[in-house]
């Protein structure tokens, strides 16, 4: 039998075995879809939508190749990326994933970055948002804000290692003379302010249809990490009743103790490959086990942003020829590279903050730059507005589509 008829055969019955474990499992399928449902509408739609609407107008307005010209000696050096590839790093940091693969996308489809500058770009650019690392996962699921200090600099830590280790992907000749010009040339805002007015100069979309432009696409790609949100919630919902999560465990529990974590991690650390925000809620219910192992597992699943992300980030780099084999390889550097940081600053990190596990007298993150509760109050406040955040585009998506639809079949 060929290799193609094996795959489809493959493929073919896994479908048809999760379909019947729906079948079977309705009231499981039903809450595993109202799970994924709740964390996008409260929490990743308002979080995500601004800055992917920011970032549209940003390179439409050409502030993008303005950033792009002063960035250039430090991105090409150190990453082998344009410039422009800061100005994707630091919306990636800022907004979470998928919005570095957006971005990355909207890049390569302008010329703006050749194909294998896109896929080492890509493969550093999508990581979690603060606001998922400290509300969600620290405050929301550990209870400790300290938490999320520690896995904060491991995860934006981390993804520095796979950027300078992705630098040597693809040919390297090819751009070997221009990284050495670019690391001694200065930075000339003459040159940027240039590329700025040119980039609009060209854009000829007046303000009105620009913006109407970004909110759709934002819109659009939201709606598709919703729809991954919920197929992952309830695939792992489904994959943990009819035994596979319990056999993957059993199996990673034999690698474990190798690395001296408890083998009780083993199905939250499967749950979070397949998706993040189970993982990290089952990984903080696990009983006598130490914080540091449940620190070490979250910051590697989070790193390696779960099949959940994993897909949205393929179905987004599938518009164009950039291959999702290297981010999936980056996504595991990612991983280890993000649990060995931790293992590595547990013990500083913890004598500086007078103890990780002490949450009964914790200190405002960021002291002083955020008050104590920050954290708290923003998951709060996302929890009550966000969802009436997120009606109130959807209508206004709603309306800018028809309006569209019926000047086009006018």
């Known amino acids: 039998m ?4 094996m795959k489809t055969l493959f493929f073919s019955f896994i479908i048809s075995l999760l379909a019947l474990s729906l079948i079977l499992n309705p009231q499981a399928s039903f809450e595993a879809s109202l799970r994924g449902l709740k964390m996008w509408w409260e929490i990743v739609f308002p979080s995500l939508l601004p800055f992917l609407i920011i970032s549209e107008l940003l390179i439409g307005f050409g502030v993008v190749a ?9 991105m090409r ?7 422009v590839g800061g100005f994707v790093w630091a919306m990636g940091m800022a907004s979470g994933y998928p919005s570095g693969a957006k971005l990355t996308v909207r890049l390569r489809k302008d010329n703006q970055i050749t194909a294998y500058e896109a896929e080492r770009l890509v493969s ?7 606001l998922f690392i400290f509300g969600a996962i620290a405050v929301g699921f550990f209870h400790n804000a300290k938490v999320g200090i520690i896995l904060a600099l491991a995860h934006y830590l981390g993804n520095i290692c796979v950027g300078l280790v992705m630098r040597f992907h693809g040919p390297y000749y090819k751009g070997k003379k221009m990284e050495r010009h670019s690391a001694f040339k200065g930075i000339s805002l003459r040159k940027a302010f240039s590329e700025l007015h040119q980039t609009r100069l060209k854009n000829q979309k007046p303000l009105g249809k620009l913006l109407g432009d970004a909110v759709l696409s934002s819109v659009q ?7 991954f949100l919920i197929l992952f919630s309830v695939l792992n919902s489904m994959l943990a009743l009819i035994g596979v999560t319990a056999m993957l465990a059993s199996l ?8 001296q974590i408890s083998t009780e991690l083993s199905i939250p650390l499967i749950s979070g490959i397949f998706e993040i925000t189970l993982g990290g809620k089952l990984t903080s219910e696990v009983m006598h086990v130490s914080l540091m192992d449940q620190i070490i597992i979250t910051s590697f699943f989070l790193a390696f942003s779960g099949l959940s992300v994993q897909a949205q980030v393929a179905s987004i780099l599938a518009e ?18 993000a649990a060995l940081i931790t293992f590595l600053l547990w013990k500083p990190i913890d004598k500086k903050l007078n103890g990780l596990e002490n949450a009964s007298i914790d200190i405002p993150v960021f002291a002083p730059f955020l008050p104590a509760g920050f954290w708290e109050k923003l998951m709060t406040n996302l929890g009550v507005y966000g969802p009436i955040f997120t009606l109130a585009v959807l209508w206004v998506y709603l309306i800018i589509l028809l309006t569209r639809r019926i000047k086009t079949v006018s």
């Not at 303005?66 to 430090?74: A, H, K, N, W």
């Not at 050096?77 to 410039?83: D, E, I």
């Not at 164009?320 to 590279?337: E, L, N, Q, T, V």
């Open 2 to 5: 060929s290799y193609s008829k």
């Open 66 to 74: 303005f950033i792009g010209v002063l960035l250039e000696p430090l």
């Open 77 to 83: 050096p150190l990453f082998r990326v344009p410039g």
């Open 124 to 130: 550093f650019t999508n990581s979690s948002n603060p």
């Open 221 to 227: 790609t939201l709606l598709m990490v919703g729809g």
């Open 252 to 259: 990673l529990g034999l690698l474990l103790p190798l690395f």
């Open 320 to 337: 164009s020829d950039i291959r999702f084999k290297p981010f999936f390889i980056a996504r595991i550097m990612h991983g280890c590279f």
